[in-house]
T-cell receptor, first 114, second 113 residues
């Protein structure tokens, strides 16, 4: 059973298109995240949601819009894709603000914008 | 703001060599510390973590790390690496009760058979 699952695993699209990446966790966690890993492998947090509420938005362009329909899902919608958006996007989850624990990561979505 | 520095960007070792990867963080408060590993083409997996107690923590696959509070460091060690340890290693920090994990820039480890 996959704890944090993302779809699709690979996404190739043209500049200017709009695309979505889905993420689901079956761990019962309250908090979910989106991270972007660039070509140099640097991992940077983009968003964090706790119980469907946005708690962290790290100066990400407003072309990126996360949506959390329930605490088990955090989807990422990207409008007007640009070449610089090419990266691997990782979804992650953790139990929440009270407990000390690690983040659990999904398999990643490799987005290539051409 | 918190930040995490990993000093070694690329390390090449022969099998059976000892490994130490450096990690320093900047945050004055109480932190949780982690090392994650990313094998080629895979997601991040937790190697080990430190929350409190014994500053020497042991993780999976023979890895260990030592938290030295005075040096703001959490270095990763393994006495004898294997070819299968070839991967990218990330140090991460989060402040207690804050849901934001800061990652270092990663260290690429290549182990030659």
């Amino acid at each position: 059973d996959t704890a944090v699952s993302q779809t699709p695993k690979y996404l190739v699209t043209q500049m200017g298109n709009d695309k979505s990446i889905k993420c689901e966790q079956n761990l019962g966690h309250d908090t979910m995240y989106w991270y972007k890993q660039d070509s140099k492998k640097f991992l940077k947090i983009m968003f964090s949601y706790n119980n469907k509420e946005l708690i962290i938005n790290e100066t990400v362009p407003n072309r990126f819009s996360p949506k959390s329909p329930d605490k088990a899902h955090l989807n990422l919608h990207i409008n007007s894709l640009e070449l610089g958006d090419s990266a691997v996007y990782f979804c992650a989850s953790s139990p929440g603000q009270v407990l000390n624990t690690e983040a659990f990561f999904g398999q990643g979505t490799r987005l290539t914008v051409v | 703001a918190q930040s995490v520095s990993q000093h070694n960007h690329h390390v090449i070792l022969s099998e059976a060599a000892s490994l130490e990867l450096g990690c320093n963080y900047s945050y004055g408060g109480t932190v949780n510390l982690f090392w994650y590993v990313q094998y080629p083409g895979q997601h991040l997996q937790l190697l080990l973590k430190y929350f409190s107690g014994d500053p020497l923590v042991k993780g999976i696959k023979g890895f260990e790390a030592e938290f030295i509070k005075s040096k703001f460091s959490f270095n990763l060690r393994k006495p004898s690496v294997q070819w299968s340890d070839t991967a990218e290693y990330f140090c991460a920090v989060n402040a207690r009760n804050f849901n934001k994990f800061y990652f270092g820039s990663g260290t690429k480890l290549n182990v030659k058979p």
